[in-house]
């Protein structure tokens, strides 16, 4: 299984800063396939990274990620409030597909 | 549009099983080449993937679930469907069913339903 971890647990920045969001992972992943969510309460997540880098369709450009192997990172540019919200990694190219314990970014 | 809608008891005793239906609408369940998955949420924490079912019938559980889980495919009623065997108080949680992709994660999820393992 493929254990990942996500830091930190918490970011506490105000509108308009930026977010960065790493996850680890304790294997490689193949093929980047890593997906990123933001989950806001009472609401099922919403996907907004795929295979790594790719922003599902909708999600603003504000919104970018990036790495391989081990080592991931979803970076927000400029944090609108509606941004505020927890985030989880997952990764799907092992069974079970697991995911991070999560990031709560919240306002300053 | 497809949509995903859980459904079933809010309150299980423990040691009872636990079952839970997915409603899928707008769409086959038939079609494509997809997974039917089950994902699970205790109250604030985080996501747990409980295990899948393809389109062919074909599945796969979280280990974590230790084989109390059981996933299946109701074509006809364009349903699927979960079954956890011995539930205690640690599988109360919010319980999400969701589409995934072969190579890809989940895109399209229900809106959760709420058990809670209680007597």
């Known amino acids: 299984e493929i254990v990942l971890t996500q830091s930190p647990g918490t970011l506490s920045l105000s509108p308009g800063e930026r977010a960065t969001l790493s996850c680890g992972a304790s294997l490689s992943v193949g093929s980047s396939y890593l997906a990123w969510y933001q989950q806001k309460p009472g609401l099922a997540p919403r996907l907004l990274i795929y295979d790594g880098s790719k922003r599902a369709v909708g999600i603003p450009d504000r919104f970018s990620a990036s790495g391989s192997g081990t080592d991931f990172t979803l970076t927000i540019t400029r944090l609108e409030p509606e941004d505020f919200a927890v985030y989880y990694c997952?990764?799907?190219?092992?069974?079970?597909?697991?995911f991070g314990q999560g990031t709560k970014v919240e306002i300053k | 549009q497809l949509q995903l809608q859980e459904s079933g008891p809010g309150l299980v005793k423990p040691s009872q099983t636990l079952s839970l239906t997915c409603t899928v609408s707008?769409?086959?369940?038939?079609?494509?080449?997809?997974?039917w998955s089950w994902i699970r949420q205790p109250a604030g924490k985080g996501l747990e993937w409980i295990g899948r079912?393809?389109?062919?019938?074909?599945?796969d559980y979280n280990p974590s679930l230790r084989s109390r889980g059981t996933i299946s495919l109701d074509t006809s009623k364009n349903q699927f469907s979960l079954n956890l065997r011995s539930v205690t108080a640690a599988d109360t949680a919010v319980y999400y069913c969701?589409?995934?992709?072969?190579?890809?994660?989940?895109?399209?999820w229900g809106q959760g339903t709420m058990v809670t393992v209680s007597s």
């Open positions: 969701v589409r995934e992709g072969v190579a890809a994660p989940a895109l399209i």
């Open positions: 707008g769409g086959s369940i038939r079609s494509g080449s997809f997974y």
């Open positions: 997952q990764q799907y190219s092992n069974s079970p597909r697991t």
């Open positions: 079912i393809y389109t062919s019938g074909s599945t």
